[in-house]
């Protein structure tokens, strides 16, 4: 079974700019990069947006943005409280 996102249906195309081929970027990486993978916290980027000067990874603009996306995908599905007690921390 393949990755899924609760954020973004189509996995092939960057969730950005629309470009392919792309890679999977975790919106709550690091420590929680395990619970990203279990609720859904998965974004397609291009390599640009994923690793490039301007990416996920080096611009903390784009960082949150997606931190935030992730984070109202999960209150939609799983609610507020619940995102706190796994994440303990709001970026909305």
Do not use: W
């Amino acid at each position: 079974m393949g990755k899924m996102s609760i954020i973004e249906s189509d996995l092939t195309r960057c969730i950005i700019c629309g470009a392919s081929p792309v890679q999977l970027h975790h919106t709550h990486g690091g420590i929680n990069r395990k619970l990203s993978d279990k609720y859904g916290l998965i974004v397609p980027l291009c390599l640009e947006h994923h690793t490039g000067s301007k990416g996920a990874h080096n611009s903390r603009t784009l960082d949150l943005y997606l931190k935030k996306l992730g984070q109202q995908a999960f209150e939609d599905r799983y609610g507020h409280e619940d995102y706190m007690r796994i994440f303990g921390k709001s970026y909305l």
